[in-house]
């Protein structure tokens, strides 16, 4: 929302690496004339947990504003990181998808929202639908580190740091004063209406802000011609923010979140998929999913020698995954309910200083600490007698996860080279009471994580850079307890008996921003060990399912490149493109097979013409290679093709018009060939053609 209120002007669609700015294109070609040898820059939070310029940080980063959500207006918040550097997009069903970081997806990537945890106890080591939870009509920014982040964020930072912003608007003057905004946009591919009103008021130093969003989606049409049902749904979020300055060096934020699904269908349960007669289920709703977030955050800018800003964050964040489901012909309809109840504290310091003729030097070292309470019940009705019975539910009723760290992170700067060390202490505490399937578990896993960043300036505006740390992931309560049906006719049983996941992360790679061209390229290497996996028991339930129950079954390598190109040829024209390549091996200690889910080749590739600050055109070419390498696993999948998933590229055009300074309109032209495809891993093949409209209009 900060953008929304401050007389927005055109940043690029495409934030293909680290350096794309959020600047408008005028203001950039202005710089050009002023000094050819600056680069553009974009500061971050989240990689180093202090404001920087992603230039002066090591890890490879991706950013993607408020402005690229306006002109794509996705269904999920997971979308806009399709095309972008290290990141692939994987959707089960509408209403749910997620970004896939360097090969690693679910709770394997750390998922923020303002700096607090999003992955709660039953967050899945697989694509799952919480981050589809999160409002993208609120969001300010995303920002994601590529690679793990084990000494600032801690347990499954292992591929990486996904951290949703929402905004914060800024209001100048004495006076008070309101601002609104009024969002709304329509796409003909699935005949989706989306809207979004906020605003603003205040004035400087106190300022209470908020909005409402809403989404209806009908059936999907794909390629072709082809319309897949049931994939309507509907979406309903609000959001409210005061913040408050207590004084001239203090800040007090208070913030409130609520989104929720009311009925979201399962659609790769309920059509046959590839190697099945027949759908796994006759129903399978979501139904609801809801997401409540109350968030406290206090700001201190300090002035001893012990800290120069101090941050502490409160919250609470419940999450409810309910559900109706019932198998293939089976007369039993089961209501389940799941919940989680996620309560944090953070406190964080800054310290900076730095000796006579020495490096300049910044601690960054604080503390965490997280109660996780699961509830989860289900209500079996036989629709022939009428017969009502309860059942365990899919997780553990009562069971918990509290976790507790410290860390300290150290930066060391000299003229051309920087040096990042940290450490991450953790403990956790994981209840499972007894019940029928399994006796009470109690476990108290504990690691030490860390991690080396060296930033080197090649020359003005081109940095070397290299990455190492090792994280590491807890069993969660999904993994040790779960009970119920899985994607792919599948059945999973508890198994109380697992060890933490490891993983090694390493990546060299160069950064370049001048004054016309932004481009990175980076080579990465994950060492996972200890992965959990599912594996099939042999069993089958009495409905048909294939038993599998979660072990540490294999180690992992994974590795690849991704790279990001920007060239400002012109005051109006802009030409980008990104290409990733990922690569995957297990073993298990008899033989190496593909990993699971690996994405293929893919990218983006676009140009920007944009004459004057009133008209903006961008037509765009998303690409997928084909992905034939297969893990067991995949080829037993139905959402996969077991002889590989077929390549496919997309043409696409935005067009964007300013009628006046507080009104923008927009044209929306995707997949213009109508081409069928699935985005690999994904349960339901892509849209076909979109035609869409959008107004953003200022008051």
């Not at 990486?160 to 912003?165: A, R, T």
């Not at 993994?479 to 060890?499: A, E, I, M, Y």
């Not at 997309?650 to 213009?672: A, D, P």
């Amino acid at each position: 929302m900060a953008h929304h209120f401050r007389g927005r002007t055109s940043a690029p669609v495409i934030l293909m690496s680290v350096f794309c700015s959020a600047a408008s294109a005028t203001q950039e070609s202005e710089e050009l004339e002023m000094d050819h040898n600056r680069p553009l820059e974009t500061v971050v939070v989240t990689a180093t947990r202090t404001e920087e310029s992603v230039l002066d940080v090591a890890e490879a980063v991706t950013v993607v504003g408020a402005e690229e959500i306006n002109r794509q207006a996705p269904e999920l918040l997971a979308e806009m990181l399709r095309g972008m550097p290290g990141a692939y997009f994987q959707q089960t069903t509408p209403g749910q998808g997620i970004p896939i970081i360097r090969g690693l997806k679910g709770s394997q990537v750390l998922h923020l929202v303002d700096g607090m945890r999003l992955n709660n106890a039953f967050f899945r080591n697989a694509p799952n639908q919480y981050l589809g939870l999160v409002d993208a009509y609120a969001t300010d920014r995303t920002e994601v580190i590529r690679g793990a982040a084990p000494s600032l964020y801690g347990a499954d930072a292992m591929g990486g740091v996904v951290q949703v912003l929402t905004a914060e608007p800024d209001l100048p003057g004495d006076s008070n004063s309101i601002l609104g905004r009024f969002y709304g946009t329509y796409n003909s591919v699935d005949n989706s209406l989306i809207g979004r009103l906020e605003a603003a008021g205040g004035r400087a130093g106190s300022v209470l802000s908020g909005g409402v969003s809403y989404q209806r989606h009908g059936d999907r049409e794909t390629g072709d011609g082809q319309t897949i049902t049931p994939t309507d749904y509907r979406v309903k979020a609000a959001d409210l923010k005061w913040r408050y300055d207590l004084g001239e060096r203090s800040e007090l934020m208070l913030s409130a979140q609520y989104l929720e699904q009311p009925s979201t269908p399962r659609i790769d349960e309920l059509v046959a998929g590839f190697g099945q007669e027949h759908p796994s289920s006759s129903q399978y709703e979501f139904k609801p999913n809801r997401r409540e977030f109350l968030h406290a955050r206090y700001r201190l800018e300090g002035r001893s020698k012990w800290f120069s800003r101090f941050e502490a964050h409160l919250g609470r964040q419940t999450i409810t995954d309910d559900r109706l489901t019932q198998d293939w012909e089976d007369p039993r309809i089961t209501d389940e309910s799941n919940q989680s109840r996620l309560d944090g504290l953070t406190l964080q310091f800054i310290s900076a200083w730095g000796g006579a003729g020495g490096p300049e030097r910044t601690l960054v070292w604080g503390l965490e600490y997280y109660q996780d309470q699961v509830s989860s019940s289900r209500v079996r009705t036989n629709t022939v007698t009428g017969e009502t019975e309860f059942r365990r539910g899919r997780f553990p009723d009562d069971s918990s996860m509290d976790s507790g760290s410290v860390y300290a992170s150290s930066r060391w700067k000299w003229e051309r080279l920087s040096l990042d060390a940290g450490l991450r202490y953790s403990w956790f505490e994981i209840d499972l009471p007894a019940s029928a399937e399994v006796q009470a578990v109690r476990l108290s896993p504990t690691d030490l994580t860390g991690d080396i960043h060296l930033n080197y300036e090649i020359s003005p505006g081109t940095h070397l850079v290299t990455n190492i740390g090792r994280g590491f992931r807890p069993p969660n309560i999904f993994d040790l307890g779960t009970l119920g049906s899985r994607p792919g006719n599948r059945f999973n049983v508890p198994n109380p008996s697992l060890k933490p996941e490891s993983v090694w992360s390493y990546d060299l790679g160069i950064k370049t921003s001048t004054a016309r061209w932004q481009f990175e390229l980076f080579a990465w290497y994950s060492d996972y060990r200890d992965k959990i996996s599912s594996r099939l028991t042999g069993e089958f339930t009495p409905e048909g399912r294939a038993v599998v129950i979660s072990d540490n079954l294999s180690t992992a390598r994974l590795y690849g490149l991704e790279s990001g190109l920007r060239f400002l040829a012109s005051d109006a024209w802009e030409f980008y493109a990104v290409v990733n390549y990922t690569r995957g091996e297990e073993n298990d200690g008899e033989a190496s097979v593909p990993a699971d889910r690996i994405p293929p080749v893919n990218g983006r590739i676009g140009a920007v013409w944009q004459p004057d600050e009133r008209i903006r055109m961008e037509p765009y070419l998303d690409f997928s290679g084909r992905q034939d390498r297969l893990s067991p696993r995949d080829e037993r999948d139905p959402r996969i093709n077991p002889l590989g998933t077929a390549g496919w590229g997309t043409v696409n055009l935005l067009i964007g018009w300013k009628v006046r300074e507080e009104i923008e309109l927009g044209l929306r032209l995707q997949n213009l060939a109508d081409k069928n495809y699935r985005e690999h891993g994904s349960g339901i093949n892509a849209p076909g053609r979109n035609i869409g409209f959008w107004l953003d209009y200022l008051f």
